[in-house]
């Protein structure tokens, strides 16, 4: 957002690699601070793990969708100008 100047992060999706015990302990921390940004969306990937998808699931409940093979996603935003 520093990088970008918009203030809201609306979605995040892909692979967030923390499957497996040697990231179990950054599951936590990683969820905190994903909670803090307050994505509109939040869709990981299967490599992700388990549990943390289960971590974010119940963080960010609204924000959560679950991804499979196939899934696409269409974003869109106002155009300038628009309300």
Not at 11 to 21: E, K, N, S
Not at 51 to 76: E, F, I, K, M, N
Request: overall charge neutral; charged content about 10%.
């Amino acid at each position: 957002m520093r990088l970008t100047g918009v203030s809201k992060l609306l979605a995040l999706i892909g692979g967030f690699r923390l499957g497996g015990p040697a990231f179990e302990p950054v599951i936590g921390p990683t969820v905190a601070a994903l909670t803090e940004l307050a994505p509109e969306l939040i869709a990981p990937g299967h490599c992700t793990g388990w549990r943390a998808q289960h971590t974010l699931a119940a963080a960010l409940p609204d924000a959560w969708v679950q991804t499979s093979v196939g899934t696409t996603y269409t974003l869109s935003a106002p155009r300038a100008g628009d309300a």
